[in-house]
């Protein structure tokens, strides 16, 4: 059903596509995917006066403009909130749990084992096989050869962009010279390419994922972890500590900005901007934050996303139909008119976003799970299975394991031990491992036996029950569990069904519970 949707959808863009070739088709466009390490849905564009959140803080400016030359995604949802298997699956177009080796972090196949992802050939293989040119700069984190291309960091400087707060803290002259350094890179990748050849070019810089510099936020970017309050989530503590904690990290996602521009004026210049599909985007939510990165809910699931392609997609588009970043390959494909050279599970996204265009036709859901993250975070190495059923209405969630701890054993926190501080900020394994290291992390476990925070605690690393549902229309927070409700049994009942035809049409693996041993579960850490 997956792969007969697609092609209906790509059927369309073929007709135009065959029509318009007799008639001369104008070349090829441009592809610039700007992907952000651990970025959620952070940018101004997303502030709501009715709404207070932490997008009333940040600006920014680039994406803004993309977003309001083009259509911009208020429930754009990874496959899965850790880096290998989201990254993996927007280049494949397929659910992370398909992808074999690299639907776990860091891969946690055994090695010489059969994998089912070395079959797999991916987007940018079939861009390039269709004559375009194909790099990336920065983090990569899956098999390059589903790259067919190059890394591009040419530029002494241009690697700074991943560091830039730890740089430009010690040394503000630097700030142009990193930005020069990403232009640099930028340009050395489009030298290589042959005259007139268009190119797909992924720019996925890191600085978003920790480590940063605590209170860079407000020395770079003059950012008042003050101007939070009343802003945060409600399952975080509004405190001076985690306030300052999420304006860093909001710092960070401005330095990601002011580097998309960098590019994004080098295309101007060349006067190839309106001949490019441009998309910003992240691969999950914000790290060492509780219900952040590693979790299904929104927090750690929905991530910033614009498309802009001048007069393929209509301007200033608002789009409120939940979409996965799995959509991004299968379009990708039928903006160049390439058939996909996998079975994919996305859909392309153009035909709704042209003027006029009928979202109505899209899936209007996303599926969102995780396994493996930081592999020792469990005895044995074992995974924390999950899968949810994001809906515009409904987060259904099913727990697979429910004995196990989602964000990892408490190991250095257990009981009543008092682990030093300087452990926790600097050890990410020390306690709760899927948790990122952070002054946040930190400050939870030293007042964990504060009993004001046990509704804190208890949605942000204890052990969850084997299914969840929140109604956001009423709880877009995702606080109120009402899997127990008989008030909503008969829409838990429709979505556990949904999910699992999903899960069963697709072959996941952890219906059979096939990650929780080899070849998909390496006891090796790596």
């Not at 054993?409 to 491992?433: H, M, V, Y």
């Not at 009993?451 to 208890?458: S, T, Y």
Request: with cysteine; hydrophobic share 40%; net charge negative.
């Amino acid at each position: 059903m997956r792969t007969r949707c697609f092609h209906r959808l790509f059927g369309v863009v073929l007709v135009f596509a065959t029509a318009s070739t007799l008639a001369g088709a104008p070349p090829k466009p441009n592809i610039l995917l700007l992907f952000a390490d651990d970025l959620g849905r952070y940018a101004s564009a997303y502030a709501d006066p009715e709404h207070p959140s932490p997008n009333d803080l940040i600006h920014t400016p680039v994406f803004d403009r993309i977003a309001a030359q083009g259509a911009r995604f208020d429930h754009a949802f990874v496959s899965s909130p850790s880096c290998t298997p989201s990254r993996g699956a927007l280049y494949t177009g397929r659910h992370f749990f398909r992808n074999g080796s690299f639907s776990q972090l860091h891969s946690r196949w055994t090695p010489g084992a059969p994998d089912p992802g070395e079959h797999v050939l991916g987007m940018p293989e079939a861009l390039a096989r269709a004559g375009y040119h194909i790099g990336w700069s920065h983090k990569w984190h899956i098999p390059e050869r589903l790259m067919r291309g190059k890394s591009h960091q040419y530029s002494p400087a241009g690697g700074r962009i991943n560091h830039f707060s730890e740089v430009i803290t010690k040394n503000p002259e630097l700030r142009e010279e990193i930005l020069d350094g990403v232009r640099r890179n930028f340009r050395a990748f489009l030298a290589d390419r042959k005259e007139g050849q268009p190119f797909f070019y992924s720019f996925n810089p890191t600085n978003t994922h920790r480590s940063w510099v605590r209170g860079s936020g407000k020395a770079l970017w003059g950012l008042d972890p003050d101007s939070l309050k009343g802003k945060l989530p409600p399952f975080l503590p509004d405190n001076e500590v985690i306030r300052e904690d999420f304006a860093d990290y909001l710092g960070e996602a401005m330095a990601f900005d002011a580097a998309c521009g960098v590019i994004i004026d080098e295309l101007e210049k060349m006067g190839s901007l309106d001949d490019t599909l441009v998309v910003i985007t992240g691969d999950h939510g914000i790290p060492g934050f509780p219900r952040g990165k590693c979790n299904v809910h929104d927090f750690g699931s929905n991530v910033l996303l614009t498309l802009c392609w001048p007069g393929r997609i209509e301007a200033g588009k608002v789009i409120k139909t939940p979409v996965s970043l799995i959509d991004l390959a299968p379009t990708f494909l039928a903006a160049a008119e390439v058939e996909p050279l996998d079975d994919i599970d996305g859909q392309n996204l153009l035909p709704a976003l042209a003027a006029g265009g009928n979202q109505g036709q899209w899936r209007g859901w996303a599926i969102i799970g995780r396994e493996v993250h930081v592999g020792s975070a469990r005895d044995d190495f074992l995974p924390y299975p999950v899968r949810a059923l994001r809906t515009a209405d409904f987060l259904y969630v099913r727990n697979f394991k429910p004995d196990r701890w989602p964000m990892g054993d408490p190991k250095a926190a257990a009981g009543t031990a008092n682990p030093e501080d300087r452990l926790i900020d600097q050890d990410t394994r020390a306690a709760f491992a899927d948790i990122d290291a952070s002054p946040t992390k930190t400050w939870l476990i030293r007042h964990r036996f504060d009993e004001a925070l046990g509704p804190v605690l208890r949605l942000g690393w204890e052990k969850r029950p084997g299914e969840e549902l929140y109604d956001l229309r009423k709880d877009p927070h995702q606080i109120q569990n009402l899997a127990e409700s008989p008030q909503y049994a008969s829409i838990l009942g429709k979505l556990r069904m949904q999910l699992m035809a999903e899960l069963e049409s697709a072959r996941d693996p952890r219906l059979t519970d096939d990650f929780d041993r080899p070849p998909y579960l390496d006891k090796a850490d790596p």
